[in-house]
């Protein structure tokens, strides 16, 4: 028994190597009961229809260009906080060859506001929905 006890004490630390993602914010419970849905359930204005393929093709490229624990460099520049954001970057998707999505991910052009940032931000995703996982990365 006592000679597990240094390899526990070795194993420890690793496990903090493994976390999970964060699990999304909620609302408070009272703020929750004071929203309303709409009756008539999602409204038509604006509906998009994202195959399931293809949401989890933008998870996939999202996690990788922008992870759940990146934080922003301290001390930040000045005016070039919209680029740690990820509501920033607008994404497009499509179906490329079988078995690829392609998924791109852009600066939005109002992201920064009047900001000189660089226009360059983003990548090109190929999304294997086969094994999920990602072909290549153009930057």
Avoid at 79 to 86: A, S, T
Avoid at 94 to 123: K, N
């Amino acid at each position: 028994m006592t000679r597990w006890l240094p390899l526990l004490f070795l194993a420890l630390p690793a496990c903090a190597l493994f976390q999970r993602p964060p699990r999304p914010v909620h609302a408070s419970p009272e703020e929750a009961a004071r929203f309303a849905f709409p009756a008539t359930g999602i409204p038509e204005e604006g509906l998009r229809s994202i195959p399931g393929d293809m949401a989890r093709a933008i998870q996939l490229a999202m996690e990788d260009f922008y992870p759940w624990d990146k934080k922003p460099p301290t001390p930040s520049q000045p005016g070039r906080e919209c680029l740690y954001r990820r509501e920033s970057y607008d994404v497009y998707a499509a179906p490329h060859q079988e078995g690829v999505i392609l998924v791109s991910i852009v600066l939005s052009p109002h992201a920064c506001g009047t900001q000189a940032v660089p226009q360059d931000m983003g990548a090109l995703y190929a999304i294997d929905t086969r094994g999920w996982r990602i072909l290549a990365v153009q930057h």
